[in-house]
């Protein structure tokens, strides 16, 4: 049945010519989808599973990892999450050496990243805010001139700094808790977070929360997108099973499983 469900799935796509960028011929054929991911618990796109024990060191959940999942299924192939432990930097190098197939842990579609990797559609929305310390008055970015602002180096948040021309007292971070624990004890003013994982942060810590608060927002959407290496064979494929994902209301039923009130 799988082998059928192969050749129906290729017989079913357009004509492929093969290139060093025919990442889909190669996912079916290893019959694996290999993922580059960050994992980290302040996300609800990827993240370990920790309450499950030492087993939960190897498994993962969240939206990005839900639509992987379901992706690599319509492939009829198994998937395989390859999370990085060294710097979130380091998903778009290792994603152009081939060291995996799709990179997924809520990354913008930007200007500068769209320069060096193929994204797909987007299918998440946020916008950018900016975290302080609750005895700051700060309400726009005329106010952010002159402070310390506390960012993970190869994020859209590194990118908004520089298009605000705010770099010249960036406090560099390894991982996004860092940032909020950073402007709460003084060692930065300020911070960047999209608006969903602020708020899981804000709710998860208690003392950040009696200490942090959302300055402003930030007025452009930042659109989640996956990225795969220049020309992949594998977009056209993916841009269409999010499409059908959507349109079948799945899509909507794995962000809100993810996105409760609580």
């Known amino acids: 049945m799988h082998r059928l469900f192969l050749i129906i799935l290729l017989l079913c796509t357009p004509p492929i010519v093969a290139s060093d960028t025919d990442d889909l011929s190669r996912v079916v054929e290893r019959g694996t989808l290999r993922v580059l991911a960050f994992p980290h618990q302040e996300t609800v796109f ?34 395989e999450i390859l999370p ?28 500068a990243r769209q320069e060096v990797v193929t994204f797909s559609r987007p ?28 960012v993970v180096p190869g994020t859209s948040f590194e990118e908004t ?13 390894s991982f996004f808790l860092e940032m909020y624990t950073a402007v709460a004890e003084g060692e930065a003013d300020a911070t960047l977070s999209d608006s969903i994982s602020v708020s899981r942060v804000l709710a998860k810590y208690p003392d950040l929360e009696r200490r942090l608060k959302i300055a402003f927002t930030l007025p452009d959407a930042d659109q989640f997108g996956y990225a795969m290496r220049p020309g992949s064979t594998l977009k056209p494929h993916l841009d269409a099973f999010l499409d059908r994902l959507e349109a ?3 899509l909507d039923d794995i962000k809100a499983s993810y996105l409760s009130s609580k």
């Open 46 to 79: 990827m993240r370990r599973m920790p309450e499950l024990g030492a087993e939960g060191l190897h498994r993962f959940n969240g939206i990005d990892y839900e639509i992987m999942a379901a992706w690599a299924t319509e492939l009829g192939v198994e998937l």
């Open 161 to 173: 700094v520089r298009k605000l021309g705010l770099h010249s007292n960036v406090v560099e971070k």
């Open 84 to 111: 990085l432990t060294t710097a979130y930097s380091d998903l778009i190098p290792g994603l152009l050496r081939g060291d995996g197939d799709v990179a997924a842990t809520a990354m913008s579609i930007t200007p």
């Open 248 to 250: 079948s209301g799945k």
């Open 123 to 150: 299918y998440f929305q946020v916008f950018e805010t900016v975290v302080t310390r609750r005895d700051r008055d700060v309400r726009n970015r005329a106010d952010l001139e002159g402070l310390r602002l506390a």
